[in-house]
């Protein structure tokens, strides 16, 4: 079993930063693709951002220049970088990873896991 937990969520105003960790933990041989989503109330959870291990990043439109999404492949942990957030951004953020996760000693299988959730709320 493998477990992704987030941190870093808060409230802030416009124009203030935060910093997302996300943390895997459990039988993991390795981790693909980790992400970020978002779902703010009544609307669907969205994509913000993806990295690969290799470190290759995608970002949704509305984060562009304002977000950075990164990882430490050796804690097996991502970060999402915050700034000039907008009241647009409140939202729930999960995190998401694909894991080859150890099933024996030669033996692993791929499966995609999400995080709790954290809330970010930028108001003033």
């Known amino acids: 079993q493998v477990q992704l937990v987030e941190s870093g969520g808060g409230k802030v105003q416009p124009g203030g930063s935060l910093r997302l960790s996300c943390a895997a933990s459990?039988?993991?041989?390795?981790?693909?693709?980790m992400g970020w989503y978002r779902q703010a109330p009544g609307k669907e959870r969205e994509l913000v951002a993806t990295?690969?291990?290799?470190?290759?990043?995608h970002y949704a439109d509305s984060v562009k220049g304002r977000f950075t999404i990164s990882r430490d492949n050796a804690k097996n942990t991502m970060y999402l970088q915050m700034v000039n957030l907008k009241p647009a951004d409140t939202a729930v953020y999960y995190c998401?990873?694909?894991?080859?996760?150890?099933?024996?000693?030669?033996?692993?299988?791929?499966?995609?896991?999400w995080g709790q959730g954290t809330q970010v709320t930028v108001s003033s």
């Open positions: 998401n990873a694909d894991v080859s996760e150890r099933q024996s000693a030669l033996r692993t299988t791929l499966k995609n896991y």
């Open positions: 459990g039988s993991i041989s390795s981790i693909n693709t």
């Open positions: 990295i690969t291990s290799g470190g290759s990043t």
